[in-house]
């Protein structure tokens, strides 16, 4: 009964390569995120994405982009991968709060990316 | 599994006062590390505040401050004097060997 899952765990890859996490939550949400932690613990919103909205952080490249094939998972693929895309990649879902605010979010485990 | 626990989904504190938010935390481990991360209406995650599990100090950041209580595995945020800029959603967080686990937040809304 796992809430929000995300695969793989980890991902050693190649430079210039493309390749994709994947992202699933049975919760229901409308909502759901990418984080991108770097070797600081620091925390950065990629997107945030439901069926109405994709906000995208204007410092994420565009070689990051995320796909919804259905509202119960986002992907994240990523083109191209230079050395500093290495990092702990979590994926978040939350429930649309009546105001429109962030409501209560449920991460996944994380992935972590590893870029040689 | 470790598993994070915020209790209080929902804080309300009066400008100028203190609040605590509550975490508790479930582990076998013995060195690890403790986040406290806070999301306003922006959605950028800013951490807060860490606490190492060997120190038995409790760590603090100007009107932030941390409850460590290892034996009990509780780590709450005690925020003194709150402003309006500090309501926003809180996370707690537990990392061992590079593996971090959220709580489920805690929203908190200051009143003026």
């Known amino acids: 009964d796992t809430a929000v899952s995300q695969t793989p765990k980890y991902l050693v890859t190649q430079m210039g390569n493309d390749k994709s996490i994947k992202c699933e939550q049975n919760l229901g949400h409308d909502t759901m995120y990418w984080y991108k932690q770097d070797s600081k613990k620091f925390l950065k919103i990629m997107f945030s994405?439901?069926?109405?909205?994709?906000?995208i952080n204007e410092t994420v490249p565009n070689r990051f982009s995320p796909k919804s094939p259905d509202k119960a998972h986002l992907n994240l693929h990523i083109n191209s991968l230079e050395l500093g895309d290495s990092a702990v990649y979590f994926c978040a879902s939350s429930q649309d709060s009546l105001a429109g605010a962030p409501d209560t979010q449920y991460f996944g485990p994380g992935t972590r990316l590893t870029v040689l | 599994a470790q598993t994070v626990t915020q209790s209080q989904p929902e804080m309300s504190v009066q400008e100028a006062e203190t609040v605590t938010l509550s975490c508790t935390y479930d582990?076998?481990?013995?060195?690890?590390?403790l986040f406290w991360y806070k999301q306003p209406p922006s959605r950028q995650m800013i951490l807060v505040i860490r606490?190492?599990?060997?120190?038995?100090q409790n760590a603090t950041e100007n009107r932030f401050s941390v409850n460590f209580q290892k034996a009990a595995k509780s780590f709450s945020l005690k925020i003194s004097d709150s402003q309006l800029g500090d309501a926003a959603m809180y996370f707690c967080a537990y990392d061992y060997n590079n593996d971090m686990r959220f709580g489920a937040g805690t929203r908190l809304t200051v009143k003026p």
């Open positions: 994405y439901n069926n109405k909205e994709l906000i």
């Open positions: 582990t076998s481990e013995s060195d690890y590390y």
């Open positions: 606490q190492e599990a060997y120190k038995q």
